[in-house]
């Protein structure tokens, strides 16, 4: 095996265990509640993990651009993995909750970076082919993390979900130690300190407006308003303070470039409408075709899946056509998933979901992977970590921005719904119905077959609406790429730098 693929699977490696680490934790959070305490912090464990992920995506391929990719990835992997332990050694949920937080930005280092160092080490061709791979690294990650979780909860304990990653992390920074040699990086020019502070905290006053809002406070209220002024100041400062800088930590003349904004507002536009989609999808199987919560998130494997399938396809048609049609394609079979998916009622069964999955896996793998090497494709070396970095970080935004701007609207539909139910008295509805009695068992045990089935329809419409949003949105993303993405074949607007890798050895 040569040293440039041992290299990849290391990278490959730190990936898994940043994708299986996301979702197992989530299995296993019921049972640390239970052994912790702490309720009232629960959904902060995920957010605090977050919050430093998205935020510490863009500083991290800044960075790996000035100081090179292999010692940023070794401190990613190895904040990443100290956190793991430390998590394990948690003996309180606020103690959890901070080391998660620590967690996060070792996890924001990884997965620009490994995606950096794939587009260093292979030429275009073969890049293209290689990236399938890493998307189904990452897909598969996503489905034996609840079932590790589960499995390591049950049968040894909570704590090594957090404790794995150790053996795991060592290896990676064994290999990249013995084996990654990249070419000397020369920094030229000071560190923008001032630019990162502004948008790192623009960034965590907007997730932190996302995250409370609806909940801790209505989203037409005195507080999401200030956090919402806040952080639009900040992004205002930030792009002031940019236009300024010798050396800014985001240059903006890099969105002259056709390939990197349209890249940078795909991947937006694909967080905000499909992510957040994705979200709502276990709640039309459980809640309205009345399944199981194992069955609901079943449905969803195929979503990640055939993501793998899709970056395959993808990668090799881009060879022959170029980015444009396969990027047109992906994001039509998304628009039409969204279609079918506004479609589904308590009569089709999980399987037609299943199936619609798959499209829209099928999709994203043409358009997310495609988007991301697009933008390395046209950028010189130096720019490479901060491009994929900004992909990644757009999509994680506007995924946090579509659950919210989604769930918003299903509770707005749903709330309208039951309110006008309420007042049917036939149906035998409480004189006060909040929207989580529709998947409350203990409230439906005492419901009529009528209103019971009243709520269902109810529940239908309202997921129907964040089905609705994901399609209006996918279709502004179909339309932006049409209108701007530029045509040719890969190489016709590749920088030169895109088309050479690092030697094999």
Known sequence: MTRRAVVTLAAMLGMFLSGVDQTAVGTAMPTIVGALGGLALYSWVFAAYQIAFVVMTPIAGKFADLYGRKHMYLAGILVFVGASVVCGFARSMGALVAFRFVQGIGGGAILPIALTIVADLYPLEQRLKVQGIFSATWGIASIVGPVLGGFLTDHVSWRWIFFINLPAGLVTILILVAFFKEPPVSRAGAIDYAGIGLVSASVTVLLLLLFWGGGAFPWWSPQAAALAASSAALLLLFVRVEQRSPHPFLPFNLFHNPLVAVGCV?????????????????????????????????????????????????????????????????????????????????????????????VLGLGMGMTGTMFIIAMQNAVERPLRGLVTSINVFSRNVGSAIGVSVQGAVLIAILEARLRALAGQTRLGLPPLVDPQVVLDPAVQRHLTPGAHEALRLALAHAVHGTFFVGLTLTVLGLATVIAFMPRGSVYAHAHAAALEGLPAD
């Open 266 to 358: 795909g991947g937006f536009l694909l967080g905000v409408g499909l992510f957040g989609t994705v979200a709502y999808v276990p709640l039309l199987v459980q809640g309205v075709m009345g399944t199981s919560a194992t069955v609901a998130g079943a449905t969803l494997i195929p979503f990640s899946a055939v993501w793998a399938v899709g970056s395959f396809i993808g990668g090799r048609a881009a060879l022959r056509v170029g980015f444009r049609p396969v990027i047109i394609t992906g994001m039509s079979l998304n628009a039409c998933g969204f279609a079918l998916l506004t479609l589904l009622s308590a009569r089709n069964g999980p399987w037609s979901v299943v199936a619609i999955m798959g």
